[in-house]
């Protein structure tokens, strides 16, 4: 059997498949790129040849342009497909809409590697499936046993509470434009709450293809004071990037009230260093739970570790008698979760 080393190695540009000549989510332009999800650290511009899910492709049109490579490749869920020497296939990661696990396989070795991920319900993509495989390459964002995300549900009615407490202000939800927003619409609608939520210019783009592919987040409006007075968004939601609390737009609404959603919203110093008066704890990763818990699941011979908290994660495998070892990879952040 071929050693896992020579299927998939780190290098400076992403992780390379020399038997298939490809990356997956490769930092730099390359000649052939496997996506796994449309969020920037991951999917970049400039490639010559693309392979990911026909909703990462649209979302990287949306974001880079039509031309963000010289070819894009659509990859169906499920289906093996040959590639030089090895054969590969995509497969749920519940991460965003679109985003996919990669299982390259050659010579009896499978190797999946998870992108990023989460083992939440998420009505705006499809969950995560565990995948049989030799080496499992998981993230590590919140790979630290401090982090136990709550329920989803708690978060939004600790938001909606708000709402009741104080219908004079406008509370301002910053989430990420990619998958956090849209989730956070699609759950206050779950929730019950039928009014229109407004949302940033730079989101509107992203959310209307959420909507194409099926996804109904229900009345949106463009969060703008151009027409009407401030007072009009008084009790209202408004979705946003977290940049756009430090914007002169947001000083536009009457008492804006800050809310964050994001994993790291745990960590109260990060709350109140944003000035953040309303944490919601939401996030789009594994927490250190589930991130054990996916390893034991799949019980793969060796966990490599690509990003995020590696050391602890690392040495839980080790604890737990599974081969494992930090890949150092660069260029992913896990600021914007």
């Known amino acids: ?95 965003v809409l679109g985003s996919a696990q990669i299982a390259v396989e050659a010579e009896g070795c499978r190797i999946v590697v998870s992108g990023d991920y989460k083992r939440r319900r998420d009505p705006t993509c499809l969950p995560f499936e565990p995948v049989a495989c030799d080496v499992f390459i998981t993230e590590a964002t919140f790979g630290l046993p401090v982090f136990r995300h709550p329920d989803d549900g708690v978060e939004i009615h600790k938001l909606l509470t708000s709402l009741k407490d104080f219908p004079e202000r406008t509370h301002l939800v910053g989430a990420y434009a990619l998958g956090k927003a849209q989730r956070i619409i699609c759950r206050l609608r779950e929730e019950g709450y039928r009014e229109p939520i407004y949302i940033h210019g730079a989101l509107e783009k992203l959310c209307r293809l959420y909507e194409e592919e099926g996804i109904d987040l229900g009345e949106l409006l463009p ?23 430090s914007d002169r737009w947001a000083r536009r609404f009457p008492d804006p009230l800050p809310c964050f959603a994001s994993g790291w919203m745990a960590i109260r110093q990060r709350a109140k260093q944003r000035g953040v008066e309303l944490p919601l704890i939401v996030s789009d990763h594994c927490d250190w739970q589930e991130l054990t818990e996916t390893i034991e699941e799949i019980a793969p011979g060796e966990v490599w570790v690509t990003h995020g908290r590696e050391e602890a994660l690392v040495r839980w495998c080790a604890l737990s008698g599974i081969a494992a070892r930090p890949l150092h990879m660069v260029g992913y952040e896990d600021e914007a979760e």
């Open 1 to 95: 059997m071929i050693r896992p080393e020579q299927l998939l190695a780190p290098t400076a540009d992403g992780l390379f498949c020399p038997l298939g000549g490809f990356h997956i989510d490769p930092v730099r332009p390359v000649e052939r790129a496997l996506i796994t999800h449309g969020h920037g650290d991951h999917a970049r511009s400039g490639h010559d040849r693309v392979l990911a899910t026909a909703e990462t492709l649209r979302i990287m049109a949306a974001r880079y342009g039509e031309d963000f490579a010289n070819g894009g490749t659509p990859a169906k869920l499920g289906e093996a497909m040959r590639i030089g020497d090895v054969t590969v296939s995509f497969h749920p990661a519940g991460h």
């Open 223 to 245: 969060a703008t004071l151009d027409a009407g007075s401030k007072t009009d968004f008084a009790g209202a939601i408004v979705v946003c990037p977290p940049s756009a609390f």
